[in-house]
């Protein structure tokens, strides 16, 4: 696939963010070096090592010697790209976990959307490690029982705007990352950090794009370890709830807002899950400490309005 000819793209640098990763970079190096020869620009292929304590750097360094090789000053989750992406030359970064693998046609489809100048991120799509099903799709917003939610749409796999680009596999333009300052740390150490991000492009009239021509193979959560187990899950609660109270109207649906925390109180203490009535009372406590730090992330519903109506426009095809 060849990119448009007025293509803005002069080069690339896939972006691997690793720790203690080496059983997942045996996998992942030997696939992004491949995507990379397939590049139609000029392509680099970077990791980006959060301080592993396992000998990952010596080990690259010796059987992928090509590879470049960037330290982080300390182990510091996703958030190691905001300072990343300041020493870059690239026009567009791939921001890649290292449990993955890549398809070696991964990037022309990807790049080719950036001739556009108001695109800011394009997702990959993903398969499940075994190869038999997609696990993402487009990004979707929903509002109800006075909570907004937001999934992924695997059973639709079109070229469309998608609410926000998986962190994990998506395609960003470096310029405009770091106009909008990277990645928000009110979302450390992970979840929701790649959903704000989009979003805050959003408000800016920068889209984001699904692509399914993109494909990546990915063990999920593979890359996280993390004890006690549940704690992705109190994570994800947390950010979720952030992000709302951040960044989404709240005025309207308290009553019903109120009611959904009822039963979902009572209901976890008779299953004996007690998520929500640990995670919720915290977050919210730690939420009016740090609101008025965050007041502009706050959109009105005419602005939400807007960037759904923008989202549902068909992107524009190009050549291939």
């Not at 080719?112 to 799709?137: C, L, M, N, P």
Request: include cysteine; charge should be positive; hydrophobic fraction near 40%.
């Amino acid at each position: 696939m060849k990119l448009p000819q007025n293509n803005s793209v002069n080069s690339v640098c896939l972006a691997i963010l690793n720790y203690n990763g080496r059983q997942h970079l045996e996998n992942l190096l030997p696939t992004a070096l491949a995507a990379a020869k397939q590049c139609p620009v000029i392509c680099s292929v970077l990791v980006l090592d959060n301080r592993s304590t396992d000998p990952d750097v010596e080990w690259i360094k010796v059987c992928f010697p090509s590879v470049k090789i960037v330290i982080a000053p300390e182990n510091d989750f996703l958030f190691s790209y905001n300072q990343l992406f300041t020493q870059l030359p690239d026009d567009i970064v791939v921001i890649l976990n290292n449990d993955l693998r890549l398809d070696k046609n991964f990037l022309a489809p990807l790049l080719r959307h950036f001739f556009q100048k108001d695109v800011f991120a394009v997702s990959a799509s993903s398969y499940d490690w075994g190869g038999t099903e997609r696990t993402i799709g487009p990004a979707r917003l929903n509002y109800q029982h006075g909570f907004y939610h937001w999934y992924y749409e695997p059973q639709r796999q079109e070229l469309c705007h998608t609410l926000f680009a998986s962190g994990g596999f998506m395609a960003v333009h470096r310029g405009k990352f770091l106009e909008l300052g990277g990645f928000n740390r009110l979302f450390h150490p992970a979840y929701c950090e790649d959903l704000d991000l989009c979003f805050r492009a959003w408000r800016r009239g920068w889209r984001s794009i699904y692509e399914p021509a993109s494909i990546v193979w990915h063990r999920e959560q593979a890359s996280w370890n993390v004890s006690p187990a549940a704690r992705p899950q109190k994570l994800h609660l947390r950010h979720a709830l952030l992000f709302q109270w951040s960044s989404l109207p709240m005025q309207r649906g308290r009553l019903a807002r109120c009611w959904s925390l009822i039963k979902l109180f009572i209901g976890g203490l008779f299953r004996g899950e007690k998520l929500w009535l640990e995670i919720y009372p915290r977050t919210w406590l730690d939420w009016r400490k740090m609101r008025k730090q965050f007041v502009n992330l706050k959109i009105s519903e005419k602005e939400l309005a807007a960037i759904q109506k923008a989202m549902l426009a068909s992107v524009e095809k190009t050549s291939s």
